[in-house]
């Protein structure tokens, strides 16, 4: 069979309008000889009738204290919304198709309520369905235990469901349509020369997800380069090539060493609402036992400098009072830095490459930028900088990398 996944968002979902110009695309899909299998999100963002938060929303009105089991019942029911109505748009349009949900489609979980893993798919029932001519629509984000209970996958499952299925029927490329071009340089809404980055690695795509980029969901990424399947980020409104992720070929390090041309960076992300800490004078078991309270409260850590006399990291601000108790609980001596935000230049190429952190630090000192902390992996270098700094940073450093003259990155 020549399968192809296609997956829509939310807000390619959202109308009725939008929902014909859909299954338009699956249409025009099918003509060119594809078994299409469709993966939907709930209908619109937060604020739209079936979104995802919209839902929540009506459970925490009757009770502040909500049950995760029943939360992912509600929760799953936005993407069987929209994938109703799209069956019955297809239909219409003189497509067969039929609607499956993810525990229907073969996606089973772990029992983790919210955000729940795949243990296993077997997709017999899409398979089925696909020779008898149908398009299939399988409802993203949700799965279903061995024992029977209806699960979610956390924020971005739709396109961890997508990639997922993609894998279990054994098909080179998924497609994810949203309503941006593509995988592009910086976020447009605050840099206006972001261009779309026509071909990307797995890798630095994974780093961009980590880092704030709102693209495609790290685990999505992940399952995607263990199964070798090509990921194209689409735009449903406005057709072009879009995006393709995939295993790139990486250049000659010796090329950028010598050239003015060769591009280092490949994108920058940022991430806001931020919090930095910093610990002062703490011996090293009690800094063990304020770590085990740090995990019991699912308190995630980020930019994690640790030295003799000082402990330095960040967490998201949601968890800054949270924080401070643990802290305050143990009565240790600690600062506390409120809104921050962290910019990350992500480039599989400058492993090796001297000089790419002193550009970085003449670049934001020149702008007046204070650097309150770095950290770097082997294709990322972060930079945590005051929040009302953010914008300012990401236009320097995405003038300063020539990240407006990308055409294709390999």
Known sequence: MNILVQKFGGTSVESH????????????TKEKGYDVVVVVSAMGRSG????????IELCKQA????????????????????????V??????????????????????????????????????VIENLKEGKVVVVTGFQGITRSGEVTTLGRGGSDTSAVILGAGLNV??????????????????????AQVITNINYDEVFQMADKGAKVIHPR???????????????NTFNPSEGTSIGGCITHNIDTYKSSKDGKLITAVAHKNRLTQILIENCQEELFTDILTDIEKNNISMDMINFFIKEKIFTIDSDKTNILKQILDSYKVEYK???DCSKVTLIGSKITGIPGVM?????TLTKENIKILQTSDSHMTISILVEENNIKKAVNALHREFRLSEIKAIY
């Open 17 to 28: 309008q939008k929902m014909i110009e859909v299954s338009n695309i699956i249409k025009d």
């Open 63 to 86: 009770n502040e204290v909500v049950s995760d089991r029943e939360l992912d019942l509600i929760m799953s029911c936005g993407e069987i919304i929209s994938g109703s109505i799209l």
């Open 48 to 55: 739209s009738p079936y979104a995802t938060d919209t839902l």
């Open 88 to 125: 019955h748009t297809l239909k219409r349009g003189g497509l067969d198709s039929i609607l499956l949900t993810g525990g229907q489609a073969g996606i089973v979980t772990d029992e983790k309520y919210g955000d729940a893993s795949v243990i296993q798919i077997d997709p017999i029932n």
């Open 336 to 338: 506390i830095v409120k």
């Open 172 to 193: 080179k490329v998924v497609e994810i349509y949203t309503d941006v071009d593509g995988i592009m340089t910086a976020d447009p809404r605050i840099e206006d020369s």
């Open 220 to 234: 999505a990424v992940e399952i995607a380069k263990n199964n070798n399947i090509i990921v194209k980020i689409k």
């Open 358 to 362: 002193a550009q970085i630090v003449k």
